[in-house]
Antibody, heavy 117, light 107 residues
């Protein structure tokens, strides 16, 4: 079955960088677009970024545009999110999701990112 | 950007009740709307996509309707397992904004 496992979270100071990874298995990774969605503690869901199945197009939320970069390696069934210039408001649980016609049908368990001095 | 407004923010109901949650879009999103359920400490799960299509394996107690700017999620007869937070999400155009969520609690 579909398995999505996020990693790379942790505590980082404001202005710092972090790279999240998502290891995918149980499906043909190269055939599906992928999203990152985040959830601040006690808050709602916030869509972060999307990448097409072949990496040919990428889209970002206004709040992360220019600071975050989504990428994928289809040979390794891996999704990444490079996060630079981190702010305290980026503190959240970050989920990677598998898209079916862009809808997030499968979700990982999430990885926590804490931005704090 | 398209804004999504859910109502109510909190809903108190009893087992067996029929409940409806509304999601309004700030502009026409046709039928490009999904509904998710999230339980505490768990990842969200998709229930409905394209406004009214039930995801395979999801109980038929859940149904979705609407198009354009107004959408509803209906639970026909609440069961204990249904008490959770529900989110709508538009996917007509980027950014794919979520509604703020509706917490369904036991009365």
């Amino acid at each position: 079955q579909v398995r999505l496992v996020e990693s790379g979270g942790g505590v980082v100071q404001p202005g710092g960088s972090l790279r999240l990874s998502c290891a995918a298995s149980g499906f043909t990774f190269s055939s599906h677009g992928m999203h990152w969605v985040r959830q601040a503690p006690g808050k709602g869901l916030e869509w972060v970024a999307f990448i097409r199945y072949d990496g040919s197009a990428k889209y970002y939320a206004d709040s992360v545009q220019g600071r975050f970069t989504i990428s994928r390696d289809n040979s390794k069934s891996s999704l990444s999110l490079q996060m630079n210039s981190l702010r305290t408001e980026d503190t959240a649980l970050y989920y990677c999701t598998k898209a079916e016609t862009v809808v997030s049908h499968d979700w990982g368990q999430g990885v926590l990112v804490t931005v704090s001095s | 950007d398209i804004q999504m407004t859910q109502s109510p923010s909190t809903l108190s109901a009893s087992v067996g009740d029929r409940v409806t949650i509304t999601c309004r879009a700030s502009q026409n999103i046709h039928s490009w709307l999904a509904w998710y359920q999230q339980k505490p400490g768990k990842a969200p799960k998709v229930l409905i996509y394209k406004a009214s299509n039930l995801k395979t394996g999801v109980t038929s107690r859940f149904s979705g309707s609407g198009s354009g700017t107004e959408f509803t999620l209906t639970i026909s007869s609440l069961q204990p397992d249904d008490f959770a937070t529900y989110y709508c999400q538009q996917y007509n155009s980027y950014p794919y904004i979520f509604g703020q969520g509706t917490r369904l609690e036991i009365k």
